[in-house]
């Protein structure tokens, strides 16, 4: 399992981000267009490789389906241009959220071809995308529901991005996702949180925390993904506004303390012969 954290994790500049995720023993990085600011692309891409990261992820594309004609051309204009942007970075995905636009369309059939749409204009960069359904989202608020459209989208370059806190957060059975197809589990995100009486959207960017300094079944979630036969990256997307009273070094080696906490949790939960062994490698 390679382990990754998103940029939003930590604090400070996104130099200082990327050297305590480097120092911390972290292999990849989601990049958040926010922390990008006036560093040129090359540089950054020059800082994540001598840093020893690569950039898994570049995030967040919001709103892009479920939407009008018109605007569907718009976007996948605008995603030619950060298609572009990610080459130079040398980042691998496109994080693509479900759209939470109160004029959103309730149409899975549409958002699935628009999604086919994005994901060639991805392939065709050599890039790919990933779809993540947001616990608030409009019409597509599970992981269940996302997965469906990625189906029917049946496109290589588009695959299925999970979230533990969203696929927790929400009172909604979620024991199935071990019976996804890994092959389309595109990445996944690990986000603990304490059991607070708030609206989800106000929980998520502001009381999320590390895995099992919560009340959220993080280790569950992640050996069900495990068994989809998913083995790539897992990523820590903390949001949290204690969290970020602390630099980044400390913040990234609490981070990568908790990712390996979590592996051995779920490694001792099964049998030597049921082969939910994780790699130790960054």
Known sequence: ????????????????????????????????????GEISLRDIASMAMDWGLQ????QPFRNFEGI??????????????????????GAARMLVCSNTQEQALRDDRLSASQLRDLAGK???????????????????????????????????????????????????AWDTIAEIDGSRIAYVQIADAMKL?????????????????????????????LATGYRGPVSLEIFSDALKLLPAGEIARRGMRSLISLERQIETAFAPGDDMRVSAAG
């Open 1 to 36: 399992m390679k382990r990754s954290i998103a940029t939003v994790t930590m604090t400070g500049t996104l130099p200082e981000k990327l050297r305590a995720a480097s120092a911390a023993g972290f292999g990849g990085i989601e990049l958040c267009e926010a922390d990008i």
């Open 55 to 58: 950039i898994d992820v570049l």
């Open 68 to 89: 009008s004609s018109f605007q569907h051309e718009r976007n996948l204009d605008q995603a030619d241009r950060i298609f572009d942007r990610m080459n130079e970075l």
């Open 122 to 172: 991805a392939a065709k960069h050599g890039l790919k995308v990933g779809f993540e359904a947001l616990s608030w989202g409009t019409h597509i608020c599970t992981f269940d529901h996302a997965y469906r459209i990625i189906a029917e989208a049946d496109h290589p370059a588009l695959g299925l991005v999970v979230d533990s806190f969203h696929t927790l957060a929400l009172p909604f």
């Open 197 to 225: 009486d708030l609206p989800v959207i106000e929980w998520s960017r502001h009381h999320r925390c590390l895995p099992a300094d919560g009340d959220l079944d993080v280790s569950g979630f992640l050996a069900a993904v």
